[in-house]
C-alpha cells in the first residue's frame, strides 16, 4: 500500500509550487522590474505565501470539517488534480498563471507583482490541495508540524533561487526550466495516481500489494 509520507509531499510541494514554476512565473515580471524591485517581491512573496501554506497544514481538520469533506474525498480529488496538473506540465501547458500582460497594472510595483503571482504562487490552489491531503494523512500535530517545515522549506528554496538568479532572468531562456518542469510532472503523475488509488483503499476497495 502507498504510503503519502515527507518524501512524497516535498515531491508534490516541489512539483506544484517549487522553483521551475516560481521562476518561470518571476521571468515573467523580471521584463519589467530591476534586480532589487524582484528581491524585494520575492521576499513579500515568500512570507506570504509560507503563511498560507502554514495556516492550511494546521486547519486541515478545521476546513474538511466545515465542508463535510472525507479524508478520502479529498485524496480521491487531490489525486485527480495532481494527475491533471502533471499531464499539463509534461505537455508544456502551464495552468494557474496570473493575468496577461495586457491587463491593467497598479500603481506599485509590489501591489501589481503580488496581484501576478497570486493564483500561480501565493495561493495557488494545487498547493492548498497538496498541504491539506498530506496535513490529514496523520492526525497529529506532530506531522502538521513536518507538513507546514517541508512546505516553508520548498517556499524558502524558491526565495534563494530567485534572489540568486535575478539579475540573469531577464535575459535568462525557459527551455531548461520548461524541461525540469516536464520532467517533475512525471514524479506528480504518479504521486497522483497513487494518491487516488489511496483514497480507494480507504474507502474499502481492495487492491493487490503491488510489493
Given at each position: 500500500?502507498?504510503?503519502?509520507?515527507?518524501?512524497?509531499?516535498?515531491?508534490?510541494?516541489?512539483?506544484?509550487?517549487?522553483?521551475?514554476?516560481?521562476?518561470?512565473s518571476f521571468a515573467r515580471l523580471a521584463t519589467t522590474r530591476t534586480t532589487r524591485e524582484l528581491r524585494r517581491l520575492a521576499a513579500w512573496s515568500t512570507v506570504i505565501s509560507?503563511?498560507?501554506?502554514?495556516?492550511?497544514?494546521?486547519?486541515?481538520?478545521?476546513?474538511?470539517?466545515?465542508?463535510?469533506?472525507?479524508?478520502?474525498?479529498?485524496?480521491?480529488?487531490?489525486?485527480?488534480?495532481?494527475?491533471?496538473?502533471?499531464?499539463?506540465?509534461?505537455?508544456?501547458?502551464?495552468?494557474?498563471?496570473?493575468?496577461?500582460?495586457?491587463?491593467?497594472?497598479?500603481?506599485?510595483?509590489?501591489?501589481?507583482?503580488?496581484?501576478?503571482?497570486?493564483?500561480?504562487?501565493?495561493?495557488?490552489?494545487?498547493?492548498?490541495?497538496?498541504?491539506?491531503?498530506?496535513?490529514?494523512?496523520?492526525?497529529?500535530?506532530?506531522?502538521?508540524?513536518?507538513?507546514?517545515?517541508?512546505?516553508?522549506?520548498?517556499?524558502?528554496?524558491?526565495?534563494?533561487?530567485?534572489?540568486?538568479?535575478?539579475?540573469?532572468?531577464?535575459?535568462?531562456?525557459?527551455?531548461?526550466?520548461?524541461?525540469?518542469?516536464?520532467?517533475?510532472?512525471?514524479?506528480?503523475?504518479?504521486?497522483?495516481?497513487?494518491?487516488?488509488?489511496?483514497?480507494?483503499?480507504?474507502?474499502?476497495?481492495?487492491?493487490?500489494?503491488?510489493?
Amino acid at each position: 500500500m502507498f504510503v503519502f509520507n515527507l518524501s512524497s509531499a516535498f515531491i508534490a510541494f516541489f512539483a506544484v509550487v517549487g522553483p521551475p514554476k516560481v521562476l518561470l512565473s518571476f521571468a515573467r515580471l523580471a521584463t519589467t522590474r530591476t534586480t532589487r524591485e524582484l528581491r524585494r517581491l520575492a521576499a513579500w512573496s515568500t512570507v506570504i505565501s509560507a503563511l498560507v501554506g502554514a495556516l492550511m497544514a494546521f486547519s486541515a481538520d478545521f476546513v474538511t470539517t466545515l465542508f463535510h469533506i472525507s479524508d478520502q474525498s479529498l485524496q480521491l480529488a487531490g489525486g485527480l488534480i495532481f494527475f491533471v496538473y502533471a499531464v499539463a506540465l509534461v505537455f508544456g501547458v502551464h495552468l494557474g498563471w496570473g493575468t496577461d500582460e495586457a491587463d491593467e497594472h497598479l500603481m506599485s510595483p509590489l501591489v501589481d507583482g503580488i496581484r501576478e503571482l497570486l493564483l500561480p504562487y501565493l495561493a495557488s490552489p494545487l498547493a492548498v490541495t497538496a498541504v491539506l491531503v498530506a496535513s490529514l494523512i496523520k492526525d497529529d500535530w506532530g506531522w502538521r508540524t513536518t507538513v507546514a517545515g517541508a512546505y516553508i522549506a520548498v517556499v524558502l528554496i524558491n526565495y534563494v533561487c530567485v534572489a540568486l538568479l535575478a539579475p540573469l532572468m531577464r535575459h535568462s531562456h525557459r527551455t531548461s526550466l520548461e524541461v525540469l518542469s516536464r520532467l517533475l510532472g512525471l514524479l506528480l503523475a504518479a504521486v497522483g495516481v497513487e494518491l487516488f488509488l489511496n483514497g480507494l483503499a480507504g474507502l474499502g476497495l481492495h487492491l493487490p500489494d503491488g510489493h
